[in-house]
């Protein structure tokens, strides 16, 4: 990349359409972009937000659309912006890199004149170093002058202010480049328009790059220029009459006035000296009023030239002492940062150092619990032990339960069989004189026991007439024609109730130990067990509870004549009923001694952890002692 710095209207625009002829040189049109990007990377420490303010600043730009709009696109701008290092140089420099490439040339350069007034600034930013190049065009200030005032963008204080703006501009930059030959360059106007293909063959060699000779040809020159009316020189040769114009349409005084304010660059840029002032001589000899105004004018000058410089390096200086100071503030507050973070990183120590001893203290005691906790799984995994070794001995007991009662269902199968033949004898076979016997099966006597065994202060029942009925036939019919039932026994109170299947009779008291009452034919309707009581009424306790059976017809017929296997059955029930009250007693006691055996087991068990928790100072022979809850388990 290049650079082509000069004054306005100095012939940049004429260089810049020259060297767009050259088939490997590309110069988009004047930007005004740089000087602020340089500014930017140099003032924004954060690249993010340097990045995105260039990239703004390149696409936001007025030229935009003029310069750099033809060759990349807004989203081109910022991929490039944001690929290329944080540095004014480095984004300038692959800005225009990117051009090249797209378009297929070796380099590109830019030709910005006003970038000419800050020097400073590129200097800065790195603009003016490695690797970038300078071309640096200059024109006699008084032809410049004149050419500007025929432009609508004429300056104010134009023969004043401005020669000494172009002098301190053109000076600055030589004096901090001309001592490098392989990046500076210096171009004077005269020489390009009077030996233009000298000139153009030195740029070209300047710039790395073989002459080419339509560099020269004017016809195809500054054609994106065409209409423009103080441009309309560049598609024609070169002008040799645009050299030197002042000395014809200048006036001396003015011309005289221009070169003693810009006096040193002119000498410097080979202009030679300019003329002196004209003085008469006065009165003996000695200088006229003319020579003395002129040198206070030079005096002046020098001097503004001095305050210039000094007022520059006051400002750089400035500028390098708010950057110092910023560099300071940026070193108090990341030190005071760290200092804070210090304080807080200590802290967090100490919070994590009473967590480590917190956690260390929860460990142990876990460990402790840990410990007790297989202390009590081995306790309890022997009680399992014993507990199933006392299961298995329940199943054995369980097993032989089981065995037995099939051979009592065994047993009762068989006297159900021998029943039914007993109910399938002959009339034949059946005795004289049976005809009025009744068949029943007598309970054993603890079973009667529970039903007829008073309670002291109530009735007692003994005898009831009948015992059993058939159903459906009324018994004990009285003159009105109604079942009458009579009870015998003893304590009935004048309140006496017979009472039957839980419904009080209508009764008739004979006296303290008979009672009479009337019973409804739907009680004894259908077969059955009537169970009967008698409640005195007085708050007394009502008797024990007595039956009455009611017999189907078919009952009453099959067992009216009670033959000898009728009561051998009969027999033969009442001691099954009797053996298996025993058998279910045997069975029941290895249970309880079973029940035993773990209430003791678990006594001496406690006991021993007792002992081993607190030594204890009961004497030896009392230790074994234990209280405890009897253990009840339910072996069904």
């Given at each position: 990349?290049?650079?082509?710095?000069?004054?306005?209207?100095?012939?940049?625009?004429?260089?810049?359409?020259?060297?767009?002829?050259?088939?490997?040189?590309?110069?988009?049109?004047?930007?005004?972009?740089?000087?602020?990007?340089?500014?930017?990377?140099?003032?924004?420490?954060?690249?993010?937000?340097?990045?995105?303010?260039?990239?703004?600043?390149?696409?936001?730009?007025?030229?935009?659309?003029?310069?750099?709009?033809?060759?990349?696109?807004?989203?081109?701008?910022?991929?490039?912006?944001?690929?290329?290092?944080?540095?004014?140089?480095?984004?300038?420099?692959?800005?225009?890199?990117?051009?090249?490439?797209?378009?297929?040339?070796?380099?590109?350069?830019?030709?910005?004149?006003?970038?000419?007034?800050?020097?400073?600034?590129?200097?800065?930013?790195?603009?003016?170093?490695?690797?970038?190049?300078?071309?640096?065009?200059?024109?006699?200030?008084?032809?410049?002058?004149?050419?500007?005032?025929?432009?609508?963008?004429?300056?104010?204080?134009?023969?004043?202010?401005?020669?000494?703006?172009?002098?301190?501009?053109?000076?600055?930059?030589?004096?901090?480049?001309?001592?490098?030959?392989?990046?500076?360059?210096?171009?004077?106007?005269?020489?390009?328009?009077?030996?233009?293909?000298?000139?153009?063959?030195?740029?070209?060699?300047?710039?790395?790059?073989?002459?080419?000779?339509?560099?020269?040809?004017?016809?195809?020159r500054g054609m994106d220029k065409v209409g423009e009316d103080h441009h309309r020189n560049l598609n024609?040769?070169?002008?040799?009459?645009?050299?030197?114009?002042?000395?014809?349409?200048?006036?001396?005084?003015?011309?005289?006035?221009?070169?003693?304010?810009?006096?040193?660059?002119?000498?410097?840029?080979?202009?030679?000296?300019?003329?002196?002032?004209?003085?008469?001589?006065?009165?003996?000899?000695?200088?006229?009023?003319?020579?003395?105004?002129?040198?206070?004018?030079?005096?002046?000058?020098?001097?503004?030239?001095?305050?210039?410089?000094?007022?520059?390096?006051?400002?750089?200086?400035?500028?390098?002492?708010?950057?110092?100071?910023?560099?300071?503030?940026?070193?108090?507050?990341?030190?005071?940062?760290?200092?804070?973070?210090?304080?807080?990183?200590?802290?967090?120590?100490?919070?994590?150092?009473?967590?480590?001893?917190?956690?260390?203290?929860?460990?142990?005691?876990?460990?402790?619990?840990?410990?007790?906790?297989?202390?009590?799984?081995?306790?309890?995994?022997?009680?399992?032990?014993?507990?199933?070794?006392?299961?298995?001995?329940?199943?054995?007991?369980?097993?032989?339960?089981?065995?037995?009662?099939?051979?009592?269902?065994?047993?009762?199968?068989e006297l159900s069989g021998r029943l039914d033949e007993a109910r399938r004898d002959p009339p034949e076979?059946?005795?004289?004189?049976?005809?009025?016997?009744?068949?029943?099966?007598?309970?054993?006597?603890?079973?009667?026991?529970?039903?007829?065994?008073?309670?002291?202060?109530?009735?007692?029942?003994?005898?009831?007439?009948?015992?059993?009925?058939?159903?459906?036939?009324?018994?004990?019919?009285?003159?009105?024609?109604?079942?009458?039932?009579?009870?015998?026994?003893?304590?009935?109170?004048?309140?006496?109730?017979?009472?039957?299947?839980?419904?009080?009779?209508?009764?008739?008291?004979?006296?303290?130990?008979?009672?009479?009452?009337?019973?409804?034919?739907?009680?004894?309707?259908?077969?059955?067990?009537?169970?009967?009581?008698?409640?005195?009424?007085?708050?007394?306790?009502?008797?024990?509870?007595?039956?009455?059976?009611?017999?189907?017809?078919?009952?009453?017929?099959?067992?009216?004549?009670?033959?000898?296997?009728?009561?051998?059955?009969?027999?033969?029930?009442?001691?099954?009923?009797?053996?298996?009250?025993?058998?279910?007693?045997?069975?029941?006691?290895?249970?309880?001694?079973?029940?035993?055996?773990?209430?003791?087991?678990?006594?001496?068990?406690?006991?021993?952890?007792?002992?081993?928790?607190?030594?204890?100072?009961?004497?030896?022979?009392?230790?074994g002692r234990a209280t405890g809850q009897t253990v009840t388990t339910d072996h069904r």
């Amino acid at each position: 990349m290049f650079l082509i710095l000069g004054s306005p209207r100095s012939g940049t625009t004429l260089l810049r359409a020259t060297l767009n002829q050259h088939p490997a040189i590309l110069v988009p049109d004047e930007t005004d972009f740089i000087v602020p990007a340089c500014m930017i990377c140099d003032r924004i420490g954060d690249e993010a937000v340097g990045r995105a303010m260039v990239a703004d600043l390149v696409v936001g730009s007025d030229r935009y659309a003029y310069s750099i709009a033809p060759y990349l696109g807004p989203d081109d701008v910022r991929t490039v912006v944001s690929g290329a290092p944080y540095s004014g140089l480095a984004m300038v420099e692959a800005l225009y890199d990117a051009i090249a490439g797209r378009h297929g040339k070796a380099l590109a350069g830019d030709k910005s004149p006003n970038d000419l007034s800050f020097v400073s600034e590129l200097l800065r930013g790195g603009l003016l170093g490695r690797p970038i190049k300078v071309i640096h065009l200059v024109r006699d200030v008084r032809d410049v002058i004149l050419s500007m005032s025929k432009t609508l963008f004429r300056p104010p204080f134009v023969d004043t202010a401005f020669p000494l703006d172009w002098s301190r501009e053109n000076l600055s930059l030589f004096r901090s480049m001309h001592d490098l030959p392989d990046r500076y360059l210096l171009v004077r106007f005269d020489d390009m328009v009077l030996d233009a293909e000298a000139t153009f063959r030195g740029v070209a060699a300047f710039l790395g790059v073989r002459f080419h000779p339509d560099m020269l040809s004017h016809e195809t020159r500054g054609m994106d220029k065409v209409g423009e009316d103080h441009h309309r020189n560049l598609n024609k040769p070169m002008l040799a009459s645009r050299v030197a114009v002042w000395r014809r349409e200048m006036a001396p005084e003015r011309s005289h006035a221009i070169a003693s304010r810009s006096r040193e660059a002119l000498c410097q840029f080979g202009w030679g000296k300019p003329e002196a002032a004209p003085a008469a001589a006065g009165a003996g000899g000695e200088p006229s009023a003319a020579a003395h105004e002129h040198e206070r004018e030079q005096g002046m000058l020098r001097l503004q030239l001095e305050l210039d410089d000094q007022r520059r390096w006051a400002r750089a200086g400035a500028r390098e002492i708010s950057k110092r100071d910023r560099i300071i503030a940026d070193l108090r507050r990341a030190l005071n940062e760290q200092t804070e973070w210090a304080r807080a990183s200590a802290a967090e120590v100490v919070r994590r150092d009473s967590i480590i001893t917190e956690l260390q203290t929860k460990l142990e005691e876990q460990t402790l619990w840990a410990r007790e906790s297989a202390a009590a799984v081995a306790k309890r995994d022997a009680i399992v032990a014993d507990l199933q070794r006392t299961a298995r001995a329940s199943d054995g007991l369980s097993r032989a339960c089981a065995v037995r009662a099939t051979e009592q269902e065994r047993l009762i199968a068989e006297l159900s069989g021998r029943l039914d033949e007993a109910r399938r004898d002959p009339p034949e076979a059946r005795r004289p004189g049976d005809e009025h016997r009744r068949w029943t099966i007598d309970f054993p006597d603890w079973v009667w026991g529970v039903l007829r065994s008073p309670k002291a202060g109530q009735p007692r029942i003994e005898t009831v007439h009948p015992p059993r009925t058939e159903a459906g036939h009324r018994f004990n019919v009285q003159q009105d024609g109604r079942a009458h039932l009579a009870v015998e026994g003893a304590g009935f109170g004048t309140a006496a109730v017979l009472v039957i299947a839980g419904r009080p009779l209508e009764t008739y008291h004979a006296s303290d130990r008979l009672l009479s009452a009337c019973v409804p034919d739907e009680l004894f309707a259908r077969p059955g067990v009537l169970p009967i009581w008698v409640d005195n009424c007085g708050g007394a306790h009502p008797s024990a509870i007595h039956c009455l059976r009611v017999l189907s017809e078919r009952t009453v017929a099959a067992y009216r004549p009670a033959s000898g296997r009728g009561r051998r059955v009969k027999n033969a029930l009442n001691r099954l009923v009797r053996l298996a009250s025993v058998a279910s007693w045997r069975s029941r006691l290895p249970l309880l001694r079973l029940e035993r055996h773990l209430a003791e087991s678990r006594k001496r068990r406690e006991a021993s952890a007792r002992r081993r928790r607190a030594p204890s100072t009961v004497p030896p022979e009392a230790a074994g002692r234990a209280t405890g809850q009897t253990v009840t388990t339910d072996h069904r």
